[in-house]
């Protein structure tokens, strides 16, 4: 079993419509919770950077984390053409030492005009 | 101000051959990594710098592999005698280091083993 699942999608939506991308995960000493959304021969751009169990909103987006689910959230309102990326949820814990993330292998979305 | 340069940004090598890759972090930023992104895949972990202390090799697939940094600048990753497995898009990371900060990436390196 990986250490963090996420639906591979593709999530396909009409344009204006709400998104909500999950990820789930194993490990209880995940603190610090990232989305990144990557363009098609790009690298991954930070979108929401959460620590601990909370919300947290910027714009349209809204990145929630359940620690006692171990769940993750990213929510895009009005989707746009343009919102069209991999979605890739990612974490670490200060447990490790190397702070190196751990990543989920993505969703591919699709905002239909 | 810049972000994280990768070069080159598209390899082409033949099989059997060593390879070297670069990053540029950004200014100021004392943590650096490397990741592997197969096609379709999420980002696997390779290498860790931090300061002057000793790199976290521990995601390094085998051998064949190896990085190096100078101070807090560039790296570069080398694959030596490369294989078709190889074939795959290598990230590089920067962050300021500091707790849980998040990485910033550049655009990678697409790398194709013939």
């Known amino acids: 079993q990986k250490e963090v699942e996420q639906d591979p999608g593709p999530l396909s939506v009409p344009e204006g419509a709400i998104v909500s991308l999950n990820c789930t995960y194993s490990n209880s000493a995940f603190q610090y919770f990232m989305w990144y959304r990557q363009y098609s021969r790009k690298g991954p751009e930070l979108l929401m950077y959460?620590?601990?169990?909370g919300n947290k909103e910027d714009g349209r987006f809204t990145a929630q984390v359940d620690k006692s689910s171990k769940y993750i959230s990213l929510f895009i309102r009005d989707s746009q053409p343009s919102d069209s990326a991999t979605y890739l949820c990612a974490m670490s814990s200060m447990d490790t030492g190397r702070r190196a993330l751990t990543f989920g292998s993505g969703t591919r979305l699709q905002v239909q005009p | 101000g810049a972000g994280v340069s990768q070069s080159p940004s598209n390899k082409v090598t033949e099989k059997g051959k060593d390879v070297e890759l670069r990053c540029d972090p950004i200014s100021g930023h004392t943590a650096l990594y490397w990741y592997r992104q197969r096609l379709g895949q999420g980002l696997e972990f390779l290498i860790y710098f931090q300061g002057n202390s000793a790199p976290d090799k521990s995601g390094l697939p085998s051998d064949r592999f190896s990085a190096e940094r100078t101070g807090e600048s560039v790296s570069t990753l080398t694959i030596q005698r490369t294989q078709q497995e190889d074939s795959a898009v290598y990230l590089c990371a920067s962050s300021p280091g500091q707790g849980g900060q998040p990485q910033h990436f550049g655009d990678g390196t697409r790398l194709s083993i013939l």
């Open positions: 959460t620590y601990s169990s």
